[in-house]
């Protein structure tokens, strides 16, 4: 779940649609009961519509704790456009980078993700946050892999990257 039960203005952005304690029960309906037998529920809190978070490292952390589950997935945010989306680009790519065809150009996954989801990632800064996220990790993850971003032309590329994505978004640490 990807946005809080209400918004910062007192918007309700999502029902609370499952029991929060075990062995609880929530009538949704006259016809419909949910039970809570065993639920693995991840909420990131604070992520506000239309934003972007100043963190790079969650995303892939929350991706790696759902990966390779054996139980249904369930991710949503307020609308699906922005931050689930967002998420769903970001395993995307982490996925066709251990294939064997590599990483799609970025227009076209865009056009993929919108041929499901009409309107994913809505905002310059979303796109951009993708980048950030993905080259970090790259970075981080896959040094050697990814040893020309390391060259001194290419490092000062990336580093301008940064800097101009920290004074878009406000996040300059």
Known sequence: MLCDFVDNEGYTKCAQYFPRNENQTMRITEKLEITNVEIRHFMWEGWREGEVP?????????????RGSQKPIVMHC????GRTSILVAIEYLLECSNL??????????MKELRSYRLWSILFD??????????????????KAKFEVFHQEKNR????????DYEDSTWTRM
Do not use: N, W
């Not at 100043?54 to 929350?62: F, G, H, N, W």
């Open 54 to 66: 100043s963190c790079l490292r969650t995303p892939i952390e929350l991706l790696a704790q759902i």
């Open 125 to 142: 800064l979303q796109y951009l946050y993708i980048h950030r996220v993905i080259f970090d990790h790259f970075l981080d993850k896959q």
């Open 100 to 109: 064997k065809t590599g990483i799609p150009p970025m227009c076209d996954l």
């Open 78 to 81: 307020g609308g699906g456009t």
């Open 156 to 163: 000062a590329k990336y580093e301008k990257f940064v800097m």
